[in-house]
Antibody
Framework: EVQLVQSGAEVKKPGEPVKISCKGSGYRFASFWIAWVRQMPGKRLEWMGSIDPSDSDIRYNPSFQGQVTISADKSVSAAYLQWGSLKASDSGIYYC????????????WGQGTTVTV | DIQLTQSPSFLSASVGDRVTITCRAS??????LNWYQKKPGNAPKLLIYDASSLQSRVPSRFRGSGSGTDFALTISNMEPEDFASYYC?????????FGPGTTVDIK
């Protein structure tokens, strides 16, 4: 079964760092991009950026560039989203999702990770 | 950024109804438009990609149409499991953007 499994919920204080993960299984991880999407209460979904695990080529949404870091480690079939210093406004649900290319539909989604600051 | 609007924002329907949701882009996105279904507490689920291609294992009662700036998602013969929120998303250019969503509830 193709799936993305995300790390568990995080409760942090403002200024603390955090790194959440997304682990793929059931497919060749390096053959698909991984996107990160934010959901905040009452707001539309927001694409934060995408990474190609084969070479770590990254596309950032300018609204999030400099605020977060996206990375991947194809040897363990995982992608990551990290913050160096959290703000209260970073609270939300973060999804990873698989995509055949950098700009395409996202066909497999993780279960979401809730970050509370 | 390409802005997406959806209408209606909310829709009440009955089982067996035909439902149409529209999505309009602020500029032409050719057919780079995708539709997702989302239920509370769950991740989004891809229904339609490239405006009209049905994602694998999605029931054929879901149909996407349109090109350029105007798109539609039609659900023929609503089933109980179809009551959810629906989002369009453009993959024409960065940053990828989503519509505000349409919630379909039971009349």
């Amino acid at each position: 079964e193709v799936q993305l499994v995300q790390s568990g919920a995080e409760v942090k204080k403002p200024g603390e760092p955090v790194k959440i993960s997304c682990k793929g299984s059931g497919y060749r991880f390096a053959s698909f991009w991984i996107a990160w999407v934010r959901q905040m209460p009452g707001k539309r979904l927001e694409w934060m950026g995408s990474i190609d695990p084969s070479d770590s080529d990254i596309r950032y949404n300018p609204s999030f560039q400099g605020q977060v870091t996206i990375s991947a480690d194809k040897s363990v079939s995982a992608a990551y989203l990290q913050w160096g210093s959290l703000k209260a406004s970073d609270s939300g649900i973060y999804y990873c999702a698989r995509s055949p290319s950098d700009f395409y539909g996202m066909d497999v989604w993780g279960q979401g990770t809730t970050v509370t600051v | 950024d390409i802005q997406l609007t959806q209408s209606p924002s909310f829709l009440s329907a009955s089982v067996g109804d035909r439902v149409t949701i529209t999505c309009r882009a602020s500029q032409s996105i050719t057919t780079n438009l995708n539709w997702y279904q989302k239920k509370p507490g769950n991740a989004p689920k891809l229904l339609i990609y490239d405006a009209s291609s049905l994602q694998s294992r999605v029931p054929s009662r879901f149909r996407g149409s349109g090109s350029g700036t105007d798109f539609a998602l039609t659900i023929s013969n609503m089933e109980p499991e179809d009551f959810a929120s629906y989002y369009c998303q453009q993959s024409y250019s960065s940053p990828l953007t989503f519509g505000p969503g349409t919630t379909v509830d039971i009349k």
